[in-house]
């Protein structure tokens, strides 16, 4: 069982930056690759970044690519979400999501690849 705990967001003016934070339990935090996802009101879930157990690979949705860096921290069992050059579309309850690693292929943009969730945390943009 893994729990997962974002901190981090808040207000923020378009152009200004935040970083997000998703401290998880547990002992295995190296065994797990990592996504961010966002929801806006009335919109579906969205992904937003990936990383794997290792750290060595990370992958964006092109809507923040060269504006967000998804990192981790495996010591402090810690993954971070910098986030640069907001702007209001970027509005949404953020979470974060835990996947254990075992190999093979799956599609990290989608929801259903990752079993363990976070609670959320709000970032408002303002214009």
């Known amino acids: 069982q893994v729990q997962l705990v974002e901190s981090g967001g808040g207000l923020v003016q378009a152009g200004g930056s935040l970083r997000l934070s998703c401290a998880t339990s547990g002992r295995t935090f190296s065994s797990y690759n990592m996504g961010w996802f966002r929801q806006a009101p009335g919109k579906e879930r969205q992904f937003v970044a990936h990383?794997?157990?290792?750290?060595?690979?990370?992958y964006y949705a092109d809507s923040v690519k060269g504006r967000f860096t998804i990192s981790r921290d495996n010591a402090e069992n810690t993954v971070f979400l910098q986030m640069n050059s907001l702007k209001p579309e970027d509005t949404a309850v953020y979470y974060c999501a835990a996947r254990y690693y075992s190999g093979g292929s799956y599609n990290a943009r989608d929801t259903r690849a990752y079993r363990y969730w976070g609670q959320g945390t709000q970032v408002t943009v303002s214009s």
């Open positions: 990383i794997s157990s290792s750290g060595g690979s990370t």
